[in-house]
C-alpha cells in the first residue's frame, strides 16, 4: 500500500507536471481512498473503464484523458456526474496526465510507440512554449511507404490511414501520438520522409501529398496504449502495488 498523497507527489515529480501548460489539470483529479493498494490503467477514463476498475476492486485509476478540459462545461451533470459519481461511490481516486505522458523519456506515449515499433529516437520537436512531446529518428531499415503501413498495421492491431506514394521509401519518421496532425509542418521542417500520428484532418492530406511526406494516421486510441501501460507497471515495481491495465477498445 501507499498513500494517495504520496502517490500522487511521486508522478508529480516523475512527469514534471509543473512545466507543461496543458488543456486540462494534470495529477489528482477525483480523490478517493487515502491509500492505494490496487491500481487499474488505462487510456481514457470513460464510464467502460470506470465499471471495470470497479470490478477489478481498484483503489486508484490512473489515465491519460481524464476530465476537466479547457472549454468544457463547467457543471458536474450527464455523463460526467454519472462518471465522477461511480468513482466516489466505490472510493476511487482519478490521477490524469497528459501532455507529460505524452513526453516523458521513459514511460510516456512517444518513446513507447518507438518501442513497439522498433524505431530509433534520434531528437524530439514540437511547437515553441512547451517541452517538445514529439520524436522523430529512423526505422531500423527502410521500407517502402505501403511496407511500413503495413507494419504498424500489424504492430498496433489497427490499419493506419497511409497518404503517399506506395513504393517511395521510409528511411526517417516524425512522431507525435494522439491528435498531432497539426504538427506535421514541424515534421516537414525536420525533413524526414515521414510523419507518423493517432488522428487525420482535411487540411493534413493536402499538406503531406504537397510537401512530398508519407502521413500515417494510426489511431488516437492505438498510439497512446503504451504509456499509462509503462508507467503503471513501474508504479506497481517501485510501490508493490498490485496493478493491471485494462484497454478499452476505441477505433478512433
Known amino acids: ?3 494517495l498523497k504520496d502517490l500522487v507527489r511521486y ?5 514534471e507536471v509543473e512545466r507543461f501548460g496543458d488543456y486540462c489539470p494534470n495529477g489528482l483529479q477525483v480523490e478517493g481512498a487515502a491509500s492505494v493498494g490496487r491500481l487499474v490503467c488505462g487510456v481514457t477514463a470513460s464510464q467502460a473503464l470506470i465499471e471495470s476498475a470497479i470490478e477489478a476492486g481498484a483503489d486508484a485509476l490512473l ?9 468544457e462545461a463547467a457543471p458536474i451533470v450527464g455523463i460526467k456526474k454519472q462518471r465522477i459519481a461511480r468513482l466516489l461511490e466505490h472510493d476511487i481516486s482519478l490521477l490524469a496526465y497528459h501532455l507529460p505522458l505524452d513526453a516523458h523519456p521513459v514511460y510516456g506515449n512517444n ?13 524530439s520537436f514540437g511547437p515553441a ?11 531500423a531499415e527502410p521500407l517502402s511507404g505501403a511496407a511500413l503501413a503495413e507494419q504498424i498495421g500489424a504492430r498496433l492491431g489497427r490499419a493506419p490511414l497511409h497518404v503517399g506514394e506506395a513504393m517511395a521509401p521510409v528511411r526517417t519518421l516524425a512522431w507525435c501520438t494522439g491528435g498531432a496532425q497539426g504538427l506535421i509542418e514541424e515534421a516537414v521542417r525536420l525533413g524526414v520522409d515521414g510523419y ?4 487525420v484532418s482535411e487540411q493534413t492530406v493536402h499538406l ?11 489511431g488516437h486510441h492505438a498510439t497512446e496504449r503504451y504509456g499509462a501501460r509503462a508507467l503503471g507497471e513501474h508504479l506497481g515495481g517501485h510501490f508493490g502495488l498490485e ?10
Open 1 to 3: 500500500m501507499v498513500h
Open 11 to 15: 508522478l508529480d515529480d516523475l512527469l
Open 63 to 71: 489515465v491519460h484523458h481524464g476530465y476537466f478540459w479547457k472549454g
Open 111 to 123: 518513446v513507447q510507440l518507438a518501442q513497439v515499433l522498433g524505431l530509433n529516437v534520434e531528437g
Open 129 to 139: 512554449g512547451n517541452p517538445a512531446i514529439g520524436l522523430y529518428g529512423r526505422l
Open 196 to 199: 507518423l500520428t493517432g488522428e
Open 208 to 218: 503531406a501529398r504537397e510537401n512530398g511526406l508519407h502521413f500515417y494516421a494510426a
Open 243 to 252: 496493478q493491471r491495465f485494462i484497454d478499452i477498445d476505441n477505433p478512433a
